[in-house]
């Protein structure tokens, strides 16, 4: 194991026992450029409680940089602070969260830092990050932001696809799982009567 993938696996840890889930269900988004002044990040949280509501609990080890837990009625996740960028670390399958704080955060993001504007847009590169079921780290690089037609920073239209499609590979698989039982039960139910005659 490298130490990379040492120091995620302790960080998915960390962020399962706030989101409540296994390690294996969180995913890291980060947002990689360079912020000069952490002050950025208390203004995104501050601005989160103050606009959205948004619950706000901090956590100070584990994560690699200053956390923020946020939470709304619907779901929680993390935000992470790091001199390379905002990390949000969320529960993969939470639609609640794709659909609802993380467009929030990264609006909020957006709108904070000043450094998503279009001009912008290619400079930065996202970076998702997850562990697979053998525990070992997945990534997968975006170099460049996505744009809608308005020209903002929409990743979220990429991870809500890609999560729909994880989901439906779930449903299939488990569709497999619940025929092949059916099948089996079928053949012993079948036997079953053949003995009786």
Known sequence: ?????????EKFNCAATHLK???EQIVSLKIRENISLHSVY???VESLKREAGVHCTDINNGLQGQGYLLGDKKSKIIVVEHETG???????????????????????????SG??????????????RRLD??????????????ESSIGSFSPD??????????????????????????????????VKSKKKK
């Not at 001009?119 to 590169?125: C, F, V």
């Open 21 to 23: 889930v296994k390690p």
């Open 157 to 190: 239209i990429s991870l809500i696809s890609n999560l729909i499609e994880n989901m439906i590979k779930e449903v299939l698989e488990d569709v497999k799982k619940l025929t092949k039982r059916v099948d089996a039960i079928e053949k012993r139910f079948v």
């Open 133 to 146: 079921n053998n525990g070992h780290l997945r990534e997968e690089h975006i170099h460049g932001m996505y």
């Open 86 to 112: 905002l990390e949000i670390l969320y529960i993969a399958g939470s639609i609640a969260s794709i659909l609802g704080l993380i467009p929030l955060v990264l609006q909020a993001w957006r709108s904070i």
């Open 115 to 128: 450094h998503f504007s279009r001009r912008n847009n290619l400079d930065h590169d996202i970076e998702i």
């Open 42 to 44: 208390r203004d995104l």
């Open 1 to 9: 194991m490298d130490y990379r993938e040492k120091t995620f696996k």
